[in-house]
């Protein structure tokens, strides 16, 4: 292809870069990493050729007199309740049953907590353990011990231990704190097991000690169980936007996240196990908003993490735009328990849990909370999902995060998070207001520069088909004229404010899906900025929006009929790609986009109108003048001399 081509070619290549970027890095870059393949990162362990870190090797065969042990305590649940938490114990293996948050709390405020669905007329608990991890046998509930001794792990999560309190009920008030201990032992054996909790009324910090030792030894290769699978139950079903319960950890130098479905599942089973190297800093499970992570006292090597994949009956739902239009209803779901296995000392050394909201807020504040008790930098801000690759995050995060301290400041004025984002999005378009203005003066050089534009390439072609050499003399001359006007009416000087969002716009879509604060914040019709538009009427509004707006923008110079149509299937084209892409994505980020979309056409109709009226009167030179002579300028045809 040669060069003038190329330059013709410019501006559909660039829409097109743009819209597939959107299209296909959108996915790319916010869809759950998959498991990598080489050494350097987690290896995912085939189930069916690792034992599960609960199943005992031939070896590891308990005494028989562990098996047998009886167990003559009785059965007792004891409830905790604080102002931002209530939280259900049960003797039998000391593991919770039940943790229901109820309050959200930062240093921005507070706001009362409900489960997905919750309205004013239906509030729902927020209960972040599961019915199916319940209902299981074994129980797959936090707190749980694993050791080396699958005998030993059976004792300790089937027993019922002693207890130090004796209330069924304890209720903790504001600057209170209480600790519960649990208490195993048998004599015949020499194992002694404790565990205990330490709650406090302010902090959805807990503490948890756990001491297991046989004959005066401490027991090694322990590992406290976190999960399985802590979330918001009530959602119906999960999709890009609203994720299911996932691994999260950071262990070595990096972030580690990784869903259910990318665990390794061999042929008909159902269980998948995946270790991950490196000393842990912090490691837990958690969905899009909520989080039980465990903070060890010292780091250590050898997590691991489990899924089991199960189905389940859902409310009929449509999964994208095209089951949606046919009316393809679905009614079942595969989801995941994931559990994570957190090495520990048994030595009696705290553990901290952190069992609450993911507001990066409140996170930030228990950063300098948890580096203070563990003597080591903590920071579990990222639980929150800014991305899953760390490339990006160097990015998204410094950006989003000013975006969501915006929207709150907004949001403390307004008292409804719409408005504010559709007051953030006035006043950041208002900044692109100038770059709109050069990028129409572009185009309108551009398209003054057409005519001449489409001559030199004649010329060019002409002298082309003649034999001419590009390094002619004459051929060099068309082309340094070219590239003269070329350089004054540059066309990605035009494409400047949309280079602009796209970094902003992926921010935005950060800060909405991980802002607790948007999380069932309504705004007209829609009860939930964090979700789709339960009648996705706003999907159609920014395509339509996008189109009104791409009409009248002005567009590069066309040379060539071929242009002409390739601009035209962009106008329309893109559009209906960007309302696949964006079906069912989050309400607040939709309101961003239709409302810039809203504002970008007024300026645009400000702009055309300022460039009409600063436009001088044209004048024509005719062989003859009509009747009505007023503002007509006689004009002396110059004689030719050639």
């Known amino acids: ?92 293996g000391a593991l919770a049953t039940s943790w229901i948050l109820l309050k959200d709390k930062s240093p921005q405020g507070e706001k009362p907590l409900f489960a997905d669905g919750s309205n004013e007329n239906n509030q729902k608990p927020l209960q972040l353990i599961s019915q199916e991890s319940l209902s299981r046998n074994p129980r797959e509930i936090p707190f749980r011990l694993s050791t080396d001794d699958q005998a030993l792990n059976d004792l300790l999560n089937n027993r019922n231990y002693q207890i130090s309190v004796n209330e069924d009920n304890i209720t903790l008030n504001a600057g209170e704190e209480k600790q519960i201990d649990f208490v195993l032992t048998d004599q015949s054996t020499g194992i ?50 609203h994720i299911e319960s996932e691994a999260v950890a950071s262990v070595g130098d990096s972030v580690e996240r990784h869903q259910g479905s990318y665990f390794k599942y061999n042929g008909t089973l159902t269980e998948s196990t995946m270790p991950l190297s490196g000393n842990v800093d912090w490691a837990g499970v958690g969905d899009a908003y909520f989080a039980m992570t ?105 950006l989003s995060v000013p975006i969501l301290y915006a929207l709150n400041f907004f949001n403390n004025f307004t008292h409804n998070y719409g408005v504010a984002i559709i007051i953030f999005t006035f006043l950041f378009y208002s900044l692109l207001f ?5 990028q129409s003066k572009s185009f309108k050089k551009a398209a003054g520069n057409a005519p001449k534009m489409k001559e030199i390439q004649d010329k060019i072609k002409d002298l082309q088909k003649k034999g001419i050499p590009m390094d002619d003399p004459r051929m060099r001359e068309l082309q340094m004229e070219q590239l003269r006007m070329t350089k004054a009416a540059l066309p990605i000087g035009g494409c400047l404010p949309m280079l602009l969002q796209f970094p ?69 084209l893109m559009p209906v790609m960007m309302l696949w892409v964006m079906w069912s994505a989050p309400a607040g980020l939709l309101l961003y986009w239709f409302f810039g979309n809203v504002v970008s056409f007024g300026q645009q109709m400000i702009i055309n109108k300022i460039n009409k009226t600063g436009e001088p009167p044209k004048e024509e030179i005719v062989d003859s003048l009509p009747s009505n002579t007023k503002n007509i300028k006689k004009v002396k045809p110059k004689l030719s001399t050639s």
């Open 294 to 398: 465990a903070i060890p006292a010292t780091p250590a090597s050898g997590l691991v993490y489990r899924s089991v994949k199960y189905d389940i009956q859902t409310q009929p739902y449509y999964d994208g735009i095209f089951s949606w239009i046919t009316r393809s209803e679905k009614t079942s779901e595969t989801r995941h328990l994931i559990t994570a296995f957190v090495p520990i000392t048994a030595d009696g050394a705290p553990t901290k849990i952190y069992t609450g909201t993911k507001d990066y807020f409140a996170l930030n504040e228990y950063n300098k909370v948890l580096t203070a008790s563990v003597g080591r930098p903590i920071d579990i801000e990222d639980l929150i999902n800014f991305s899953n690759y760390r490339i990006l995050r160097w990015i998204t995060k410094p």
């Open 192 to 241: 002694e097991a404790t565990k205990s909790f330490i709650f406090r009324a302010d902090s959805y910090l807990t503490d948890l000690g756990v001491k297991l030792s046989r004959n005066g030894q401490v027991v090694p290769n322990t590992k406290l169980l976190i999960g399985a699978s802590i979330g918001d139950h009530a959602i119906n079903h999960h999709n890009f936007y």
């Open 434 to 438: 100038p770059l709109r203005w050069s």
């Open 504 to 572: 902003l716009l992926i921010a935005f879509y950060t800060a909405v899906t991980v802002s607790l604060a948007i999380r069932q914040a309504s705004f007209m019709w829609l009860p939930d900025l964090s979700a789709g538009d339960p009648y996705h009427l706003l999907e159609f509004a920014f395509a339509g929006s996008m189109i009104l707006s791409m009409k009248f923008t002005p567009q590069a110079a066309v040379v060539s009929p071929e242009q002409a149509m390739q601009q035209k299937m962009m106008t329309y």
């Open 1 to 92: 292809m040669d060069n003038s081509k190329q330059q013709n070619q410019t501006r559909f290549l660039l829409a097109a870069v743009l819209s597939m970027a959107v299209l296909f890095g959108w996915t790319y870059f916010f869809a759950p990493k998959k498991p990598a393949e080489n050494a350097n990162t987690a290896t995912v362990v085939d189930s069916a050729a690792t034992p599960s870190p609960e199943a005992p090797s031939p070896q590891q065969q308990a005494a028989p007199a562990i098996a047998q042990m009886t167990d003559n305590l009785p059965n007792k649940q004891i409830t905790i309740t604080s102002p931002l938490y209530e939280v259900k114990l049960d003797s039998k």
